[in-house]
């Protein structure tokens, strides 16, 4: 069981691990062993997932989602196999995490008088600069 938070965990049986090569410096040992996880979790299909999660978790545009909505995640910033398989599950529980977020709806506000009037003023300002540079430049051009 991946425990993302009490009361809700992935069952082992939903994810599935893939072991392969690691690419990049690492001398022999890169070309000999399966290092680097390939971690994958059916979104769409999942039990254990509730609608809203669900969608929240597909809804994001995320490279990583196919679009069966399989989530595939790859660890191999590490030399172990058991390092790499703790990252890609870290990395899936802290997407969980964000998924399991509600954003709190925007609720829409009036400009109070006080800023309107200092934006307003402050247009009124510059538009009094831009008048006084036209009216020199136009001086100017007259000589």
Do not use: C
Not at 25 to 52: H, M, W, Y
């Amino acid at each position: 069981m991946l425990e993302v938070v009490p009361g809700f965990a992935i069952p082992e049986e939903e994810l599935v691990e893939r072991f392969v090569r690691a690419s990049g410096p690492g001398g022999q040992n890169v070309n000999k062993v399966s290092t680097a996880v390939e971690l994958r979790f059916d979104i769409a299909q999942s039990p254990s997932l509730s609608e809203p999660v669900r969608a929240r978790l597909l809804a994001r545009r995320d490279r990583r989602i196919t679009a069966d909505g399989v989530l595939v995640l790859s660890a191999q910033r590490y030399r172990t196999q058991e390092r790499n398989r703790d990252d890609a599950r870290a990395r899936l529980l802290a997407l969980l995490h964000i998924a399991l977020a509600v954003a709190t709806p925007r609720v829409a506000t009036k400009p109070k008088r006080g800023s309107i009037e200092r934006r307003l003023s402050s247009k009124r300002e510059r538009a009094q600069v831009k008048r006084g540079r036209a009216a020199r430049a136009w001086r100017d051009d007259r000589d």
